[in-house]
Structures are given as structure tokens and as C-alpha cells.
């Protein structure tokens, strides 16, 4: 009796998704993803299949974000009341945006606000203006270091 030919993972077609989207989530930021799926699993076991591709979907939205800034992201959205879901992309996006680029009680961002104060004085100094770093601090720059 002949079997029929044995397929090697190599030799087994790749799904649609993993063939048209490279691996690139830092494993550094899957382990925080996956961590905060812990606190927030599905009570049924048929919801598991959804939840992680859920999971695996957030962990590829947030892979930008560099890992200590999406830790504290993590870590301010589980302290908000009321936060019984995993969170979405867009929400852990906004509050890493709040972390990395801070603003006034206004809403207004730092380096904005005083840029402002800079344009609006006018004995003020034309030859410098306010930067904002990856980090979120703001420095002053001359004007001609951006020529």
C-alpha cells in the first residue's frame, strides 16, 4: 500500500498574511503584548482563536513603539478605571504619544507652546527655536545648525 508523500513545513504552502507581511515585531515588544493579554483573557474557549489573533494584531500595530515607552503605556492604560478589555491599538498609541511628546494642561505640546512665546515676543531672538527629541525633552537650537 502506498502512502501518500509526507510535507515538510518547508514544502507547506505559507498563509496569505505571513507571506505578505515579514516578521517585525521586536521580541522585546511581543513580550509586553502578550503579557498584558494575560490580564485581559476571554472567559470562553471559543473566543481563544479570536483573542489571539487579536493579540498578534495589537503586538504588530505596537511594533513602532519603542519597548520602555509601550511599557509605560501599558502600565498607565491597566491603572485607568473602567479598563476590562484588551486594549486597542490606537489606545496605547495615544497614551505612548503623551508619554514621548508632553503637553500643556491645554492640550498643546511643549515644544509648540514655546515656539509660540518665541514668535510672539517681539525683542525675542529669531536665531533660535525649541526641538523636541525622540525622547520627548525639548532643547533649544540655533536656527543656522538646521541650515
Known amino acids: ?3 501518500a ?3 515538510t ?3 507547506q504552502p505559507m498563509s496569505e498574511h505571513a507571506s ?3 516578521q517585525k515585531v521586536p521580541a522585546a515588544v511581543r513580550k509586553l503584548i502578550l503579557e498584558l493579554a494575560l490580564r485581559f483573557r476571554p472567559l470562553g474557549q471559543a473566543d481563544q482563536a479570536t483573542y489571539q489573533a487579536k493579540v498578534a494584531f495589537l503586538a504588530d500595530d505596537c511594533a ?3 519597548p520602555d515607552i509601550l511599557a509605560r503605556a501599558i502600565e498607565r492604560y ?3 478605571p473602567g479598563n476590562n478589555f484588551l ?3 490606537a489606545q496605547l498609541i ?3 504619544r503623551s508619554i514621548v511628546a508632553p503637553v500643556t494642561p491645554s492640550g498643546m505640546r511643549l515644544v509648540d507652546q514655546y515656539n509660540g512665546q518665541l514668535a510672539a515676543n517681539p525683542r525675542g531672538r529669531r536665531d533660535i527655536i525649541w526641538k523636541e527629541r525622540a525622547d520627548g525633552s525639548v532643547y533649544l537650537d540655533t536656527l543656522d545648525a538646521m541650515l
Open 64 to 66: 513602532d513603539i519603542p
Open 94 to 96: 495615544e497614551i505612548a
Open 9 to 11: 513545513p518547508s514544502s
Open 5 to 7: 508523500p509526507q510535507q
Open 1 to 3: 500500500m502506498a502512502s
Open 20 to 22: 505578505t507581511k515579514p
Open 87 to 89: 486594549p486597542k491599538a
Open 78 to 80: 491597566v491603572k485607568i
